[in-house]
């Protein structure tokens, strides 16, 4: 069983910056990979960024490489997702999700979500 809770979301201007986080409840968490993903309006859920739990190694979509940074803190049983420079461009519901096996960047080999939390970015 697995419990994902995101928060740190809300209402920027583009240029600023914001800082999401992802409290994770799991058996074994070590063993899990984490991913950050977005779905703008009208569109389909996408990759943003993700990292391996015990390695750390990370990887990052076009849209967010050199901007977004995600880390995770493995006494507070946190990932992070530190956005700057936002864009408008970046508005969206942002969700983090577990990844036990399979590709990074595919929403479907993910099997736990959380409920998100909405980044809005205006001019």
């Known amino acids: 069983q697995v419990q994902l809770a995101e928060s740190g979301g809300g209402l920027v201007q583009a240029g600023d910056s914001l800082r999401l986080s992802c409290v994770v409840v799991?058996?074994?968490?070590?063993?899990?990979?984490m991913g950050w993903f977005r779905r703008a309006p009208g569109k389909e859920r996408e990759f943003v960024a993700g990292?391996?739990?015990?390695?750390?190694?990370?990887h990052y979509a076009d849209s967010g490489l050199g901007r977004f940074i995600v880390s995770r803190d493995s006494a507070k049983h946190t990932v992070y997702l530190q956005m700057n420079s936002l864009k408008i461009e970046d508005t969206a519901v942002y969700y983090c999700?577990?990844?036990?096996?399979?590709?990074?960047?595919?929403?479907?080999?993910?099997?736990?979500w959380g409920q998100g939390t909405q980044v809005t970015v205006s001019e």
């Open positions: 999700g577990v990844l036990i096996t399979g590709m990074w960047t595919r929403v479907s080999d993910y099997p736990y």
């Open positions: 799991a058996d074994i968490l070590e063993d899990y990979t």
């Open positions: 990292i391996g739990w015990r390695t750390g190694m990370t």
